[in-house]
């Protein structure tokens, strides 16, 4: 017999011998089954073929409309579930808002505590523009300066329930709070008549000490109503 085969009937029957022992341990073939089935999935589970594509919502928090370039998706698949927050860098009844306003433009801003909003916290803002200057960049702004520092390389998350009868367009701003007021994250968000919730992830570029950074909602270049509730950022 060639020495090929002969090493092919020994291997065949190493393998039947260990089969054997392997069925005697186990008491029955569902049991060695069963064994042989947990280490393959166990190595399925390393291999990560048990993860399953995160998939934007259906529902009211898949709300940043998409067909306007300067507009970035608030449910994007690319950011991964971000854990449970480590800080609250702002909350939504932290210290009062603060109004600017663009000459000509004129607005009105209301602190609210709004029982239709479809959130646990009720606290939020409501903007009234009523006149503008379609030839600047925005009419006007409401401003809180972040009340504590962030550094950089921090992933962080706004995310807000919002609406708008006239369905006015806003930039949602974490900027540096001295000039030139670098943007960490300037996203815009075209408002819809009823309530949606908004997820605005961002990363930090640089450290916000002295002074801290500015969290900003700024109305567009259209008169309208702008409704902003259970305003939140954190940091993951």
């Known amino acids: 017999m060639k020495q090929p085969?002969?090493?092919?009937?020994?291997?065949?029957?190493?393998?039947?011998?260990?089969?054997?022992?392997?069925?005697?341990?186990?008491g029955d073939d569902?049991?060695?089954?069963?064994?042989?089935?947990?280490?393959?999935?166990?190595?399925?589970?390393g291999r990560g073929t048990d993860q399953q594509p995160h998939a934007p919502s259906n529902g009211p928090r898949a709300g940043i409309a998409t067909n306007d370039p300067e507009t970035r998706s608030a449910t994007s698949a690319a950011h991964p579930p971000r854990g449970v927050p480590v800080a609250g860098v702002i909350l939504p009844e932290d210290s009062r808002w603060s109004l600017r306003v663009q000459?000509?433009?004129?607005?009105?801003?209301?602190?609210?505590?709004?029982?239709?909003?479809?959130?646990?916290?009720?606290?939020?803002?409501?903007?009234?523009?009523?006149?503008?200057?379609?030839?600047k960049f925005w009419a006007a702004?409401?401003?809180?300066?972040?009340?504590?520092?962030?550094?950089?390389?921090?992933?962080?998350?706004?995310?807000?329930?919002?609406?708008?009868?006239?369905?006015?367009?806003?930039w949602v701003v974490f900027e540096?709070?001295?000039?030139?007021?670098?943007?960490?994250?300037?996203?815009?968000?075209?408002?819809?008549?009823?309530?949606?919730?908004?997820?605005?992830?961002?990363?930090?570029?640089?450290?916000?000490?002295?002074?801290h950074a500015n969290f900003c909602i700024k109305a567009g270049i259209q008169p309208g109503e702008i409704e902003v509730s259970g305003i939140y950022v954190e940091e993951y």
């Not at 085969?5 to 186990?26: D, E, G, P, Q």
């Not at 009105?108 to 916290?121: G, K, M, R, Y």
């Open 5 to 26: 085969v002969k090493i092919a009937v020994f291997s065949i029957f190493v393998v039947a011998i260990v089969a054997a022992f392997l069925i005697l341990i186990s």
């Open 30 to 45: 569902g049991g060695l089954t069963g064994k042989v089935d947990n280490v393959v999935a166990s190595a399925l589970v």
């Open 103 to 135: 000459p000509p433009a004129q607005a009105a801003i209301l602190e609210t505590v709004n029982n239709a909003v479809p959130d646990e916290n009720k606290h939020g803002i409501h903007l009234i523009v009523t006149a503008v200057d379609r030839k």
């Open 141 to 170: 702004q409401m401003i809180k300066r972040v009340p504590r520092e962030v550094f950089a390389d921090r992933q962080m998350a706004v995310r807000f329930w919002g609406r708008s009868v006239q369905q006015t367009p806003v």
């Open 176 to 211: 540096e709070g001295r000039s030139p007021h670098t943007p960490e994250l300037q996203v815009k968000v075209t408002l819809t008549p009823e309530w949606r919730q908004y997820d605005l992830p961002f990363r930090t570029t640089r450290d916000h000490v002295s002074p």
